[in-house]
């Protein structure tokens, strides 16, 4: 008998639709990389990022997940050269100006985390638009992490909670676990049950560092914009293989 890799059909007759992860988390990793093999600029790889992005959108959309968070901008990515970050910001406004209908016909409700206000002030008109006009999104929740640190978010809840307990409206002995997540940028959100991450690395370079305690880790080798239903479907199908215990046996 031959075999070889699975058909994307075979995938989907695998997976079980009453078993999906809640929240897929993604670290898009390998635009640089994909340009370059193509003796590209890495822009070009951006580009063609951005697309990996809008089907893994509509994918998780269609199969079921109810929550998408998606690592697009960290703090440190502010150490690449200026032209790569304009381009950047330029391909976001860009994106939410032009697909924010979409959003809104699919039933996506768009959120950034991140420390939003240290992003220029025409991304941050186009973050606030694309909120709003997406609130009533009720399918799905599309998170998209902007200017995004997970030690920075872990620093801003401690603020929020010194604050918030100097002016009465918590008191220090009820800080429990569930408390301390109410006050990160993902707030009333669940966990994320499954993080992939492309191109190979085996990293969690700062992402959601205190909601994947017990996130089922899948790293995929293929480029973001190399990115297709397939491999989300290979990643949804090894995660229903695992045996989650978080600690217990
Ligand atoms: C990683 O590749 C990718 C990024 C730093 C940017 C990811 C952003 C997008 C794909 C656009 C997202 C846009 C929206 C609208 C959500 P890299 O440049 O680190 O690649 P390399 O490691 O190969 O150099």
Redesign the pocket.
């Known amino acids: 008998m031959v075999s070889g890799p699975l058909t994307e059909e075979q995938l989907l007759n695998m997976l079980d639709r009453s078993r999906l992860p809640k929240h897929v988390a993604v670290i ?6 994909w340009a370059r093999d193509r003796g590209l600029p ?1 822009i070009s ?2 580009r063609a ?2 697309e990996a ?1 809008r089907r893994v959108i509509e994918d998780c959309r269609s199969l079921g997940i109810k929550i998408l968070t ?1 690592f ?2 960290s703090v440190e ?1 502010w150490k690449r050269p200026k032209s790569e970050v304009s381009a ?1 910001m330029d ?2 406004k860009k ?1 939410l100006r032009g697909e924010t209908h979409k959003l809104i016909e699919n039933d996506i409700r768009f959120k950034a985390i991140g420390r939003i206000n240290g992003l220029s002030d025409s991304v941050q008109k186009e973050i606030t638009m694309a909120t709003q006009r997406t609130k009533n999104g009720k399918e799905m929740m599309l998170n ?1 992490a902007l200017n995004y640190s997970g030690r920075i978010e872990i620093i801003d809840a401690i603020n929020k909670i010194i604050g918030d307990v100097q002016g009465g409206r918590l008191e220090r002995d009820k800080i429990t676990e569930e408390v301390f997540s109410r006050y990160l940028y993902t707030e009333s959100l669940p966990d994320p049950d499954l993080l992939i991450r492309t ?1 190979g690395e085996e990293r969690i370079s700062n992402f959601l560092l205190w909601q994947t305690a017990y996130a089922e880790f899948f790293v995929t080798s293929v480029y ?1 914009p190399d990115f297709r239903r397939y491999h989300l479907l290979e990643a949804l199908v090894d995660y229903q293989k695992r045996k989650r215990r978080f600690g217990g046996l």
């Open positions: 898009m990793d390998g635009n640089g990389r890495r790889g951006h990022g951005i992005t998606l697009a901008f990515n950047l391909l976001l994106y998209v191109s973001w």
